[in-house]
């Protein structure tokens, strides 16, 4: 083998290969979506065993083969352990872990999609934000990230960039009253607009600095179910566990905000720009 190099990014998925080691999906800063095997990482003891699990986050040395790459070290930053305690931010976390995947690949720069995943994955961990809202931020955006985000700036049929008072999912974004098809289009709320435009324009950083209100928030999750059930081309698995289990998971989370220790309010971890992103 060569030298080896030095990858820093989230690991996306994980399963077992062999009797003791693993194979590992990771989005790196550096290489994109990489494939990865983590020889002896199922063995008691080894110090791989924790670093080679999903949200993982920190810097993976590795040897670089003609398919895939042999981790052989790896320095985590940061763990997301709160999640692993909270089953329903769990449930959205491998959700957002999915879209990742969906969207990156090998070789390609994919250090904004990286830096929004560690992003929303420090905000499910905050108490502070509602996780309904955490998830249509990160799905909205990670369509604008990957180029398939709706137009929300100006009407498509005259350009226009006021009066946007409709949306046409199959046109791809906002409409004044003058180009709008009732048949097709629908009336977007003020506030469901300027959110989306928000989520598209605003620094990763300075993403999840909002709240909305219960009835703006039903109305934006609306608009873009529709608008991802028109344009992607697959379910998520992770999405129909989480749609599934919801109820169960806010039951759990309620009984767990009765110990006095959970810190109400708190961002774990270092953001994006901090750990180098």
């Not at 995947?101 to 905050?126: C, P, V």
């Not at 608008?227 to 081309?233: P, T």
């Not at 919801?246 to 759990?252: D, L, M, R, T, Y």
Request: with cysteine; charged share 25%; glycine share 10%.
């Amino acid at each position: 083998m060569g030298k080896t190099i030095v990858l820093t990014g989230i690991v996306l998925s994980a399963a077992p290969v062999g009797e003791y080691d693993r194979r590992i999906t990771v989005l790196t800063k550096e290489r994109g979506k990489i494939a990865a095997f983590a020889r002896g990482a199922r063995r008691p003891g080894s110090q791989l065993m924790a670093s080679c699990s999903p949200f993982s986050f920190g810097q993976f040395e590795a040897y670089e083969g003609r398919k895939s790459y042999t981790v052989v070290k790896a320095e985590i930053k940061n763990y997301f352990r709160e999640l692993a305690m909270d089953l329903e931010g769990a449930y959205y976390g491998f959700y957002f872990l999915e879209i990742a995947g969906y969207y990156t690949q090998e070789n390609a720069d994919e250090i904004h999609m990286l830096k929004l995943l560690y992003q929303s994955l420090r905000a499910l961990e905050s108490r502070r934000l509602d996780n309904k809202l955490v998830r249509r931020v990160f799905e909205l955006r990670a369509m604008a990230v990957n180029g398939e985000g709706p137009n929300v700036f100006s009407c498509l049929g005259c350009g226009k960039e006021e009066g946007l008072r409709w949306f046409g999912v199959r046109r791809g974004g906002t409409l004044c009253e003058g180009c709008k098809n009732t048949s097709t289009d629908r009336i977007l709320d003020g506030s469901v607009l300027y959110a989306m435009q928000y989520i598209i324009s605003s620094r990763i950083e300075k993403l999840y600095t909002f709240t909305l209100s219960e009835a703006v928030l039903e109305s934006l999750g609306q608009t873009i179910d529709e608008y991802m059930g028109y344009y992607l081309d697959r379910k998520f698995h992770a999405l129909q566990i989480l749609e599934e289990n919801i109820g169960f998971a806010q039951a759990n989370r309620r009984l767990q905000s009765i110990d006095k220790k959970v810190i109400i309010g708190k961002v774990h971890g270092k953001d994006s720009e901090e750990v180098g992103l």
